[in-house]
Protein backbone atom coordinates (compact mmCIF):
# COMPACT_ATOMS: atom_id res chain seq x y z
CA UNK A 1 0.00 0.00 0.00
CA UNK A 2 1.46 3.72 -0.74
CA UNK A 3 -0.06 6.89 0.49
CA UNK A 4 -1.10 9.25 -2.62
CA UNK A 5 -2.74 12.31 -3.47
CA UNK A 6 -5.75 12.72 -5.40
CA UNK A 7 -8.18 14.82 -6.89
CA UNK A 8 -11.85 14.38 -8.07
CA UNK A 9 -12.55 17.73 -9.23
CA UNK A 10 -10.38 21.14 -10.12
CA UNK A 11 -10.55 23.73 -7.90
CA UNK A 12 -8.54 25.58 -5.00
CA UNK A 13 -5.71 23.88 -2.86
CA UNK A 14 -8.40 21.86 -0.77
CA UNK A 15 -9.37 19.57 -3.66
CA UNK A 16 -6.09 17.45 -2.69
CA UNK A 17 -7.32 14.39 -0.78
CA UNK A 18 -4.54 11.84 0.82
CA UNK A 19 -5.47 8.36 0.26
CA UNK A 20 -4.25 5.20 0.20
CA UNK A 21 -3.55 2.84 -2.15
CA UNK A 22 -2.66 -0.37 -4.03
CA UNK A 23 -0.02 -0.27 -6.63
CA UNK A 24 0.92 -3.30 -7.91
CA UNK A 25 3.77 -4.67 -9.93
CA UNK A 26 5.59 -3.40 -12.72
CA UNK A 27 3.81 -4.03 -16.50
CA UNK A 28 5.89 -4.68 -19.35
CA UNK A 29 8.19 -1.42 -20.21
CA UNK A 30 7.53 -0.18 -16.44
CA UNK A 31 9.13 -0.17 -13.22
CA UNK A 32 8.25 0.55 -9.88
CA UNK A 33 9.92 3.51 -8.39
CA UNK A 34 10.09 4.38 -3.95
CA UNK A 35 9.91 8.08 -4.05
CA UNK A 36 12.44 10.04 -1.55
CA UNK A 37 11.51 13.29 -2.55
CA UNK A 38 8.60 14.68 -5.14
CA UNK A 39 9.18 18.25 -6.14
CA UNK A 40 5.96 20.84 -6.48
CA UNK A 41 6.13 23.06 -9.58
CA UNK A 42 3.76 25.57 -10.71
CA UNK A 43 2.68 23.08 -13.70
CA UNK A 44 0.88 21.13 -10.78
CA UNK A 45 -1.42 24.30 -10.16
CA UNK A 46 -2.46 24.65 -13.67
CA UNK A 47 -3.43 20.74 -13.82
CA UNK A 48 -4.80 21.25 -10.20
CA UNK A 49 -7.62 24.22 -11.06
CA UNK A 50 -8.44 22.79 -14.81
CA UNK A 51 -6.14 25.46 -16.43
CA UNK A 52 -4.35 22.37 -18.33
CA UNK A 53 -6.64 19.78 -19.45
CA UNK A 54 -6.61 16.57 -17.31
CA UNK A 55 -8.86 13.52 -17.09
CA UNK A 56 -10.49 12.99 -13.42
CA UNK A 57 -9.95 11.43 -10.65
CA UNK A 58 -6.21 11.95 -10.50
CA UNK A 59 -2.91 11.78 -9.47
CA UNK A 60 -0.92 14.85 -9.09
CA UNK A 61 2.74 15.82 -10.13
CA UNK A 62 5.05 14.41 -12.45
CA UNK A 63 8.65 15.10 -11.17
CA UNK A 64 10.21 13.16 -8.22
CA UNK A 65 13.81 11.14 -7.37
CA UNK A 66 13.66 7.86 -5.89
CA UNK A 67 14.79 4.27 -6.25
CA UNK A 68 14.04 1.58 -8.46
CA UNK A 69 12.15 -1.07 -6.72
CA UNK A 70 11.05 -3.87 -9.57
CA UNK A 71 10.91 -4.06 -13.01
CA UNK A 72 8.43 -5.17 -15.12
CA UNK A 73 9.50 -7.58 -18.19
CA UNK A 74 11.20 -6.48 -21.20
CA UNK A 75 13.35 -3.34 -19.30
CA UNK A 76 16.83 -3.63 -19.57
CA UNK A 77 18.71 -0.16 -18.99
CA UNK A 78 17.08 0.56 -15.95
CA UNK A 79 17.60 -1.84 -13.02
CA UNK A 80 16.39 -2.57 -9.79
CA UNK A 81 18.18 -0.96 -7.06
CA UNK A 82 18.89 2.32 -8.93
CA UNK A 83 18.74 6.01 -7.54
CA UNK A 84 17.01 8.27 -10.68
CA UNK A 85 14.42 10.91 -11.18
CA UNK A 86 11.98 12.28 -13.97
CA UNK A 87 9.97 15.12 -15.15
CA UNK A 88 7.89 13.24 -17.42
CA UNK A 89 5.17 10.75 -17.41
CA UNK A 90 1.67 10.54 -16.03
CA UNK A 91 0.31 12.56 -13.29
CA UNK A 92 0.72 11.08 -9.80
CA UNK A 93 3.97 11.94 -8.61
CA UNK A 94 2.40 13.06 -4.92
CA UNK A 95 2.90 9.78 -3.53
CA UNK A 96 5.24 7.24 -1.23
CA UNK A 97 5.71 5.28 -4.96
CA UNK A 98 4.28 4.36 -8.40
CA UNK A 99 4.63 2.76 -11.61
CA UNK A 100 6.50 4.65 -13.97
CA UNK A 101 7.35 3.91 -17.61
CA UNK A 102 11.14 2.68 -17.46
CA UNK A 103 11.88 4.76 -20.26
CA UNK A 104 11.32 8.62 -18.82
CA UNK A 105 13.58 7.54 -16.02
CA UNK A 106 16.67 9.46 -15.66
CA UNK A 107 19.45 7.41 -13.68
CA UNK A 108 21.10 9.95 -11.28
CA UNK A 109 24.62 9.91 -10.92
CA UNK A 110 26.97 9.71 -7.55
CA UNK A 111 27.89 12.73 -6.53
CA UNK A 112 24.19 14.45 -7.05
CA UNK A 113 22.14 13.62 -3.93
CA UNK A 114 18.45 12.85 -4.11
CA UNK A 115 17.67 16.46 -2.15
CA UNK A 116 19.39 17.84 -4.73
CA UNK A 117 18.12 15.96 -7.51
CA UNK A 118 14.35 16.72 -6.59
CA UNK A 119 15.51 20.40 -7.49
CA UNK A 120 16.80 19.93 -11.02
CA UNK A 121 14.36 17.44 -12.57
CA UNK A 122 11.70 19.75 -14.02
CA UNK A 123 13.26 22.98 -13.16
CA UNK A 124 17.01 22.38 -13.99
CA UNK A 125 15.53 20.47 -17.41
CA UNK A 126 13.45 23.79 -18.24
CA UNK A 127 16.51 25.44 -17.62
CA UNK A 128 18.32 23.63 -19.86
CA UNK A 129 16.13 23.29 -22.77
CA UNK A 130 15.11 27.66 -22.17
CA UNK A 131 18.55 28.43 -22.52
CA UNK A 132 20.33 25.92 -25.05
CA UNK A 133 17.46 24.99 -27.08
CA UNK A 134 14.58 27.33 -27.10
CA UNK A 135 16.41 30.56 -27.57
CA UNK A 136 20.25 29.27 -27.20
CA UNK A 137 22.57 31.67 -25.64
CA UNK A 138 26.37 31.75 -26.46
CA UNK A 139 27.35 33.81 -24.11
CA UNK A 140 28.15 37.64 -23.72
CA UNK A 141 24.53 38.26 -24.16
CA UNK A 142 22.66 40.70 -21.61
CA UNK A 143 18.62 38.84 -21.21
CA UNK A 144 15.70 39.72 -18.88
CA UNK A 145 14.28 36.55 -16.90
CA UNK A 146 10.87 37.20 -14.92
CA UNK A 147 10.89 35.13 -11.97
CA UNK A 148 14.40 34.87 -11.15
CA UNK A 149 14.55 34.15 -7.10
CA UNK A 150 11.39 31.02 -8.21
CA UNK A 151 12.56 27.64 -8.86
CA UNK A 152 13.73 27.49 -12.37
CA UNK A 153 14.95 30.92 -11.94
CA UNK A 154 17.76 30.36 -8.97
CA UNK A 155 19.02 27.11 -11.45
CA UNK A 156 18.71 29.93 -14.69
CA UNK A 157 20.57 32.16 -12.68
CA UNK A 158 23.52 30.23 -11.90
CA UNK A 159 23.22 28.74 -16.00
CA UNK A 160 23.47 31.97 -17.08
CA UNK A 161 26.98 32.87 -14.77
CA UNK A 162 28.17 29.70 -15.77
CA UNK A 163 28.04 30.13 -19.55
CA UNK A 164 29.16 34.11 -19.29
CA UNK A 165 25.16 35.48 -20.06
CA UNK A 166 24.42 39.13 -18.29
CA UNK A 167 20.73 38.21 -16.71
CA UNK A 168 18.90 40.74 -15.68
CA UNK A 169 16.00 39.26 -13.30
CA UNK A 170 12.79 40.28 -12.56
CA UNK A 171 11.61 39.39 -8.87
CA UNK A 172 8.98 40.83 -6.41
CA UNK A 173 10.66 41.51 -3.23
CA UNK A 174 14.22 42.82 -2.17
CA UNK A 175 14.79 39.30 -0.51
CA UNK A 176 13.99 37.62 -3.12
CA UNK A 177 16.52 40.34 -5.15
CA UNK A 178 19.36 39.75 -3.03
CA UNK A 179 18.81 35.90 -3.82
CA UNK A 180 18.42 36.19 -7.32
CA UNK A 181 21.72 38.08 -6.84
CA UNK A 182 23.57 36.08 -4.61
CA UNK A 183 23.00 33.15 -7.39
CA UNK A 184 24.62 34.99 -10.88
CA UNK A 185 21.83 37.21 -11.33
CA UNK A 186 23.63 40.85 -12.74
CA UNK A 187 21.20 43.01 -12.20
CA UNK A 188 17.60 42.77 -10.45
CA UNK A 189 14.31 45.02 -10.57
CA UNK A 190 11.50 44.84 -8.57
CA UNK A 191 8.55 44.38 -10.06
CA UNK A 192 5.45 46.63 -8.89
CA UNK A 193 8.29 49.06 -7.74
CA UNK A 194 10.08 49.85 -10.92
CA UNK A 195 9.60 49.96 -14.43
CA UNK A 196 10.74 46.52 -15.80
CA UNK A 197 10.98 48.17 -19.49
CA UNK A 198 12.56 51.43 -18.66
CA UNK A 199 15.12 49.67 -16.20
CA UNK A 200 16.01 47.74 -18.54
CA UNK A 201 16.67 50.25 -21.55
CA UNK A 202 18.85 52.36 -18.94
CA UNK A 203 21.17 48.96 -18.37
CA UNK A 204 21.67 47.99 -21.77
CA UNK A 205 22.50 51.60 -22.72
CA UNK A 206 19.12 51.98 -24.50
CA UNK A 207 19.22 48.45 -26.84
CA UNK A 208 17.30 46.59 -24.89
CA UNK A 209 17.64 42.67 -24.85
CA UNK A 210 17.87 40.33 -27.93
CA UNK A 211 15.70 37.62 -25.34
CA UNK A 212 13.04 37.69 -22.74
CA UNK A 213 12.24 34.28 -21.10
CA UNK A 214 8.94 35.16 -19.35
CA UNK A 215 7.28 32.59 -17.36
CA UNK A 216 4.86 35.12 -15.49
CA UNK A 217 2.09 36.09 -18.67
CA UNK A 218 -0.16 38.49 -18.19
CA UNK A 219 0.93 40.71 -15.82
CA UNK A 220 4.20 41.05 -17.92
CA UNK A 221 3.90 41.00 -21.17
CA UNK A 222 3.95 44.53 -22.40
CA UNK A 223 7.37 45.01 -20.42
CA UNK A 224 8.20 42.05 -21.88
CA UNK A 225 7.97 43.01 -25.37
CA UNK A 226 8.95 46.90 -24.44
CA UNK A 227 12.16 45.35 -23.43
CA UNK A 228 13.50 43.50 -26.59
CA UNK A 229 15.82 44.89 -29.30
CA UNK A 230 14.06 44.66 -32.97
CA UNK A 231 13.69 41.22 -34.28
CA UNK A 232 14.20 39.83 -30.06
CA UNK A 233 12.33 36.88 -29.33
CA UNK A 234 9.89 36.79 -26.41
CA UNK A 235 10.06 33.22 -25.06
CA UNK A 236 6.67 32.60 -23.32
CA UNK A 237 7.32 30.14 -20.95
CA UNK A 238 4.18 30.20 -18.18
CA UNK A 239 1.70 31.55 -17.47
CA UNK A 240 1.73 32.39 -13.31
CA UNK A 241 0.19 35.66 -13.59
CA UNK A 242 -2.83 34.13 -16.13
CA UNK A 243 -2.81 33.68 -19.37
CA UNK A 244 -1.21 36.03 -22.67
CA UNK A 245 -3.29 36.79 -25.97
CA UNK A 246 -0.71 38.73 -28.25
CA UNK A 247 -1.98 41.00 -31.15
CA UNK A 248 0.23 40.17 -34.16
CA UNK A 249 -0.03 43.55 -35.31
CA UNK A 250 1.74 44.92 -31.97
CA UNK A 251 5.10 42.57 -32.70
CA UNK A 252 4.95 44.67 -36.21
CA UNK A 253 5.10 47.88 -34.01
CA UNK A 254 7.34 47.33 -31.58
CA UNK A 255 10.17 45.80 -33.95
CA UNK A 256 9.15 42.63 -36.19
CA UNK A 257 9.98 40.57 -32.79
CA UNK A 258 9.69 37.25 -32.70
CA UNK A 259 7.29 35.01 -29.95
CA UNK A 260 7.24 31.50 -29.27
CA UNK A 261 5.48 29.44 -26.85
CA UNK A 262 7.83 26.12 -25.78
CA UNK A 263 6.57 23.36 -23.91
CA UNK A 264 9.12 20.79 -22.23
CA UNK A 265 7.71 17.64 -24.17
CA UNK A 266 8.86 19.10 -27.65
CA UNK A 267 12.10 19.47 -26.49
CA UNK A 268 13.05 16.48 -24.52
CA UNK A 269 12.69 13.54 -27.05
CA UNK A 270 13.92 11.07 -28.31
CA UNK A 271 15.05 9.43 -25.06
CA UNK A 272 18.94 9.60 -25.84
CA UNK A 273 18.45 13.57 -26.34
CA UNK A 274 16.60 13.66 -22.63
CA UNK A 275 19.54 11.82 -21.69
CA UNK A 276 21.92 14.26 -23.29
CA UNK A 277 19.82 17.40 -21.48
CA UNK A 278 20.53 15.81 -17.82
CA UNK A 279 24.16 14.78 -18.59
CA UNK A 280 24.43 18.57 -19.22
CA UNK A 281 22.65 20.15 -16.19
CA UNK A 282 24.44 17.38 -13.88
CA UNK A 283 27.86 17.69 -15.24
CA UNK A 284 27.12 21.62 -14.07
CA UNK A 285 25.57 20.43 -10.76
CA UNK A 286 29.04 17.97 -10.20
CA UNK A 287 31.56 21.31 -11.26
CA UNK A 288 29.86 23.06 -8.66
CA UNK A 289 28.74 25.80 -10.84
CA UNK A 290 24.79 24.52 -10.29
CA UNK A 291 24.68 24.43 -6.23
CA UNK A 292 20.25 23.61 -5.66
CA UNK A 293 18.83 22.61 -2.52
CA UNK A 294 15.25 22.87 -1.58
CA UNK A 295 14.30 26.12 0.11
CA UNK A 296 10.41 24.64 0.74
CA UNK A 297 10.21 21.09 2.51
CA UNK A 298 6.58 19.83 3.48
CA UNK A 299 5.18 16.69 4.02
CA UNK A 300 3.48 14.96 1.45
CA UNK A 301 0.37 15.29 3.48
CA UNK A 302 0.56 19.14 3.53
CA UNK A 303 0.93 19.09 -0.32
CA UNK A 304 -2.55 21.53 -0.20
CA UNK A 305 -0.08 23.60 1.48
CA UNK A 306 2.65 23.94 -0.60
CA UNK A 307 0.76 25.07 -3.53
CA UNK A 308 -0.61 27.97 -1.30
CA UNK A 309 2.84 29.00 -0.41
CA UNK A 310 4.11 28.47 -4.35
CA UNK A 311 0.35 30.33 -5.77
CA UNK A 312 0.96 33.25 -3.45
CA UNK A 313 4.16 34.05 -4.24
CA UNK A 314 5.21 32.93 -0.74
CA UNK A 315 8.50 30.72 -1.99
CA UNK A 316 11.46 31.17 -3.47
CA UNK A 317 13.84 28.48 -5.26
CA UNK A 318 12.27 24.83 -5.36
CA UNK A 319 9.42 23.64 -3.42
CA UNK A 320 9.84 19.73 -2.30
CA UNK A 321 7.13 17.17 -0.43
CA UNK A 322 8.62 14.94 1.84
CA UNK A 323 8.09 11.09 2.66
N1 LIG B 1 7.05 25.74 -20.61
C1 LIG B 1 7.59 24.81 -19.87
O1 LIG B 1 7.97 23.74 -20.37
C2 LIG B 1 7.76 25.04 -18.41
C3 LIG B 1 8.44 24.11 -17.61
C4 LIG B 1 8.61 24.39 -16.25
C5 LIG B 1 8.10 25.56 -15.71
N2 LIG B 1 7.43 26.42 -16.52
C6 LIG B 1 6.88 27.67 -16.00
O2 LIG B 1 7.94 28.38 -15.38
C7 LIG B 1 7.42 29.15 -14.31
C8 LIG B 1 8.23 28.85 -13.07
O3 LIG B 1 7.86 27.59 -12.53
P1 LIG B 1 8.28 27.22 -11.06
O4 LIG B 1 7.61 25.94 -10.74
O5 LIG B 1 9.76 27.34 -10.91
O6 LIG B 1 7.56 28.36 -10.21
P2 LIG B 1 8.24 29.59 -9.41
O7 LIG B 1 9.00 30.43 -10.39
O8 LIG B 1 8.96 29.06 -8.23
O9 LIG B 1 6.98 30.34 -8.88
C9 LIG B 1 6.32 31.27 -9.67
C10 LIG B 1 6.87 32.68 -9.45
O10 LIG B 1 6.28 33.53 -10.42
C11 LIG B 1 6.20 34.84 -9.91
N3 LIG B 1 4.87 35.40 -10.12
C12 LIG B 1 4.61 36.57 -10.76
N4 LIG B 1 3.31 36.82 -10.77
C13 LIG B 1 2.71 35.81 -10.12
C14 LIG B 1 1.36 35.53 -9.79
N5 LIG B 1 0.35 36.36 -10.15
N6 LIG B 1 1.08 34.40 -9.10
C15 LIG B 1 2.06 33.56 -8.75
N7 LIG B 1 3.38 33.78 -9.05
C16 LIG B 1 3.69 34.90 -9.72
C17 LIG B 1 6.55 34.76 -8.42
O11 LIG B 1 7.87 35.28 -8.26
P3 LIG B 1 8.00 36.82 -7.74
O12 LIG B 1 7.38 36.83 -6.37
O13 LIG B 1 9.45 37.09 -7.74
O14 LIG B 1 7.24 37.66 -8.74
C18 LIG B 1 6.52 33.29 -8.11
O15 LIG B 1 7.39 32.94 -7.06
C19 LIG B 1 5.93 28.81 -14.20
O16 LIG B 1 5.19 29.78 -14.91
C20 LIG B 1 5.84 27.48 -14.91
O17 LIG B 1 4.58 27.24 -15.43
C21 LIG B 1 7.25 26.18 -17.84
Known sequence: MTRAIRFYETG?????????????????????????????????????????????????????????????????????????????????????????????????????????????????????????????????????????????????????????????????????AELARANGCAHTIISGREDIAKRVREITDGKGVPVVYDSVGKDTLTASLDSLQPRGTLVSNGTSSGPVVIDTVLLAAKGSLWVTRPAMMHYITPRAHMLDMAKELFDLVLAGKIVSEPRQLFPLERAADAHRALASRGTSGATVLTL
Not at 47 to 66: E, M, Q, W
Not at 92 to 99: F, K, L, P, T, V
Not at 135 to 147: N, S
Not at 151 to 173: D, E, F, H, P, Y
Open 12 to 176: GPEVLKLETLEIGEPGPGQARVRHTYVAVNFIDIYIRTGFYPNKLPSGLGSDAVGIVEAVGPGVTDIKVGQRVGYLIGPQGAYSDARIMPADVLIPLPDGVSDKTASTLMMKGMTAQYLFRQVHPLKGGETILYHAAAGGVGLIACQWARAIGVTMIGVVSSDEK
